[in-house]
């Protein structure tokens, strides 16, 4: 079995930023394909960026290109999300997603495990 969890999470200003970690455990880390997920309240969740398994190519949305940043630690079995510049449309619930042998960019539906997010608030 496969746990997930995120931290790094709070309110912040606009402007600000701020690093989530993702620490995977229970499998080969390598062997999984991880993405971040937001969901603002009273929209849908929607994928913000992923980085695929074996190679660590990365993908990213439209909406944070240019300003957040995936990377992994295999040795600590630890995917960051390092977001500047923030919003306050970045405002949203942050889950990680891993999915075995994953691309960079894991579908909701392809996901095998997530984690149970972390809040993140960019407001004045």
């Known amino acids: 079995q496969v746990q997930l969890v995120e931290s790094g999470g709070r309110l912040v200003q606009p402007g600000d930023s701020l690093t989530l970690s993702c620490v995977i455990s229970?499998?080969?880390?390598?062997?999984?394909?991880t993405s971040w997920f937001r969901q603002a309240p009273g929209k849908e969740r929607e994928f913000v960026s992923g980085?695929?398994?074996?190679?660590?190519?990365?993908e990213y949305s439209d909406l944070v290109k240019g300003r957040f940043a995936i990377s992994r630690d295999n040795a600590k079995t630890t995917v960051f999300l390092q977001m500047n510049n923030l919003k306050p449309e970045d405002t949203g619930v942050y889950y990680c997603?891993?999915?075995?042998?994953?691309?960079?960019?894991?579908?909701?539906?392809?996901?095998?495990?997530w984690g149970e997010g972390t809040p993140v608030t960019v407001s004045s």
């Open positions: 229970g499998r080969t880390f390598e062997d999984y394909g």
């Open positions: 980085i695929s398994w074996y190679a660590g190519s990365t």
């Open positions: 997603a891993a999915a075995y042998r994953g691309g960079r960019r894991l579908q909701q539906t392809g996901v095998d495990y």
